[in-house]
């Protein structure tokens, strides 16, 4: 089992930056695909970027690339997202999630653990 919390959510106006924390505990593996999904209201939850453990590995929607930057801190058991240049349409509750990824990073189904979630917001 292994539980996600994420933290560092909330509002900021469009350009700003915010830095989401991902904390992991229990029975993590050394090469696990961590990932950060996001859904706006009515809409379908999306990958945003992943980072396999272990290999340094990172990969980023098109949405999201050149602003967004995925990073870990192992000695924390801890995944990082940092955001840049934020806008209006990043809007939307960020999840953690964990998992063996067997097909394209961002197919849902690769993960087994889902964070509660936090909250972003910007606004215009």
């Known amino acids: 089992q292994v539980r996600l919390v994420e933290s560092g959510g909330g509002s900021v106006q469009t350009g700003g930056s915010l830095r989401l924390s991902c904390a992991a505990s229990?029975?993590?593996?050394?090469?696990?695909?961590m990932a950060w999904f996001r859904q706006a209201p009515a809409k379908e939850r999306e990958g945003v970027a992943v980072?396999?453990?272990?290999?340094?590995?990172?990969a980023y929607s098109d949405s999201v690339k050149d602003r967004f930057t995925i990073s870990q801190d192992n000695a924390k058991n801890t995944v990082y997202l940092q955001m840049n240049s934020l806008k209006p349409e990043d809007t939307a509750m960020y999840y953690c999630?964990?998992?063996?990824?067997?097909?394209?990073?961002?197919?849902?189904?690769?993960?087994?653990?889902w964070g509660p979630g936090t909250q972003v917001t910007v606004s215009s």
């Open positions: 980072l396999i453990t272990g290999g340094g590995y990172t």
């Open positions: 999630a964990a998992g063996a990824c067997w097909t394209l990073w961002s197919d849902r189904r690769n993960y087994n653990y």
């Open positions: 229990g029975h993590t593996s050394s090469s696990m695909c």
